[in-house]
């Protein structure tokens, strides 16, 4: 079973541009999870889809950050325009409900400067 | 509103003996499952043990145990026989069902395995 992938790998972007990062779920799940970790960090929450739905998106800072969840498969988060303190490793996880566990992808390392 | 709390930044133990990682919640809900995860310093979450509020058993999985104590909100995990490759930054995560499944993080504890 192929697990969550996540694309790009590492980003650099300057401070008000826009990015874009991309993942695709473990086949089957429909929940779907984005993750911001700071350095040092534990993992925040940003935004979780079910199906193609938002159950949860209030640590999301909607003047900056948007993300959707085509046809509940793939999902983009898209933060526009980046700021310095946005620098943090993207994490995207799936999980088949919300019963079972959460499987994350490898990460987008996002630097802005 | 749901909080875990991790309060050991870090933590050594020596190669071969156990090692205890604390875990504290807080939650309104009445279903709830309680996750850890392992991070490496390559960066990927790696899942190591799951504990349901209903399960009246604590959960294993082999040299990992979590010692779930539900009236003190507690869920920590255990390492037995410490290996070198344990070294990384663990962190407990909960899920609380009746929220919709919202799964949030703890700040982590950083493990150092000597040899």
């Known amino acids: 079973e192929a697990g969550v992938a996540q694309s790009p790998r590492y980003k650099i972007i300057e401070k008000r541009q826009s990015v874009a990062f991309w993942c695709n779920p473990i086949s089957g799940h429909a929940t779907l999870y984005w993750y911001q970790q700071i350095l040092g960090q534990g993992p925040k929450l940003l935004i979780q889809f079910q199906n193609n739905g938002v159950v949860d998106d209030s640590q999301l800072p909607k003047d900056r950050f948007s993300a959707e969840r085509l046809k509940g498969v793939d999902s983009t988060l898209k933060i526009q325009p980046a700021k310095l303190e946005d620098s943090a490793v993207y994490l995207c996880a799936s999980s088949r409900d919300v019963d079972t566990e959460a499987f994350f992808g490898q990460g987008t390392r996002l630097t802005v400067v | ?115």
């Open chain 2, 1 to 115: 509103a749901q909080k875990i709390t991790q309060t050991q930044p870090g933590m050594f133990v020596q190669e071969k003996e156990a090692v205890t990682l604390d875990c504290t919640y807080d939650t309104s809900d009445q279903s709830y499952g309680l996750f850890w995860y392992k991070q490496p310093s390559s960066g990927e979450m790696i899942f190591l043990i799951y504990q349901g509020s209903y399960d009246e058993q604590n959960a294993t999985e082999g040299r990992y145990s979590l010692n779930f104590q539900k009236a003190r909100k507690s869920a920590n995990l255990v390492i037995s026989a410490s290996q070198l490759g344990d070294s990384a930054m663990y962190f407990c995560a909960m899920r609380g069902k009746d929220q919709g499944g919202k799964l949030i993080f703890g700040q982590g504890t950083e493990l150092s395995v000597k040899p």
